[in-house]
């Protein structure tokens, strides 16, 4: 049976009178209706503080109460970087078939149509940094948990043989939206040393440094990409870096995982070479498919916890205000028994017509 909410004793009447008016059990004090509309509206809280007893801020995080803040967006740039993974690997997938017919039978290959599915994968990837959700970077890697996609480079000049040098020289580089030119004191002490240095002087900025096979390399994050790429300059003492006014830095890029736009299929060699890109685009996409998918579940179902422990803490809430409100006066069993038949016939959506506002209607 689900019981109506009732707002006032005359509206309530007339339901009673309209449902049950054969039903001599309809003849009841109205003044169960205050408890009745608690019930139905879940509002059983009790009416003291020591009834509900303490609830510390641990006890809610553990029920639930308190999520993980940014989880549902997580999720929601999970399934879109999944999404878009899922229509890169289609448009991968029918260029690798085309390329294969194409090998097999020249004789029937069509060119303007493999052609096609060439530029079906050079727009899919072009989309990348807008329809990932963030997901995937240019190496089609999946980007670390709370970071945003990262574009490395090289700095000319700034590599470890710089670094390695000896001498003490101060580098100063303008970068981009910082309000004044970041220091750094190489003090000509070996290169950790002078890495250290370095990683000291760029924490404050958006710059980071990498070494990847004994090469120094630089990221920023994709979105200050080029205004980094466009403004950076330094200067030094006339050691390792001009003196001076400052000088436009060059900066090389990492090139990208994939680059469709230089896949060729001017002929048979072209288009095999072309092939073999495609699988190992293939290959990268599957891995990160995969760690994208775990990540996934993970999220999904630490959503799904959440969910079920906040779900079972306002079950838990609503038996002890049922079982405080059972005690007093107002909230008799007797009555309501002799209420609830007379309700049996009612529908909810006449009910909900008849006595909620119109504006919960």
Do not use: C
Request: no cysteine; hydrophobic share 40%; aromatic share 4%.
């Amino acid at each position: 049976m689900q019981i109506p909410v009732v707002h006032s004793p005359q509206r309530a009447s007339e339901v009673l009178q309209r449902s049950g008016a054969n039903n001599p059990s309809v003849d009841i004090a109205l003044d169960t209706l205050p408890a009745l509309r608690r019930v139905a509206r879940h509002d059983l809280a009790p009416s003291s503080a020591a009834a509900r007893g303490p609830t510390s801020s641990a006890a809610r995080y553990q029920t639930g109460l308190f999520r993980e803040p940014g989880q549902q967006q997580r999720l929601g740039e999970l399934q879109q970087g999944l999404a878009y993974a899922d229509r890169l690997g289609q448009a991968l997938q029918e260029l690798k078939s085309g390329l294969s017919r194409a090998l097999a039978q020249p004789q029937l290959a069509g060119r303007q149509a493999l052609q096609a599915k060439l530029e079906a994968v050079q727009q899919v990837w072009q989309a990348r940094v807008g329809e990932s959700g963030g997901q995937l970077d240019a190496r089609l890697q999946p980007v670390a948990e709370g970071e945003r996609p990262r574009q490395l480079f090289r700095v000319r000049g700034l590599d470890v043989q710089a670094l390695s040098s000896a001498g003490a020289e101060t580098l100063r580089l303008a970068i981009p939206g910082q309000p004044r030119a970041t220091l750094v004191p190489l003090d000509g002490q070996g290169l950790q040393r002078s890495l250290q240095i370095l990683q000291r002087a760029l924490a404050a900025t958006d710059m980071r440094t990498h070494s990847q096979g004994g090469e120094l390399l630089f990221s920023v994050a994709e979105s200050h990409w080029p205004a980094l790429r466009d403004g950076l300059s330094l200067r030094g003492d006339g050691k390792r870096f001009p003196s001076g006014q400052m000088v436009r830095a060059l900066l090389d890029p990492q090139p990208d995982a994939i680059s469709p736009s230089r896949w060729k299929l001017d002929d048979s060699l072209a288009q095999r070479h072309s092939l073999v890109q495609v699988l190992d685009a293939q290959a990268k996409l599957d891995r990160a498919q995969q760690q994208l998918s775990v990540r996934m579940d993970g999220a999904a179902a630490l959503t799904a916890q959440a969910n079920t422990a906040t779900s079972a803490a306002q079950q838990a809430d609503f038996a002890a205000g049922f079982r405080a409100k059972a005690s007093e006066q107002v909230f008799n069993f007797e009555r309501l028994s002799v209420l609830a038949p007379a309700l049996l016939g009612l529908h909810r959506n006449q009910v909900q017509q008849l006595l909620l506002p119109p504006d919960q209607l």
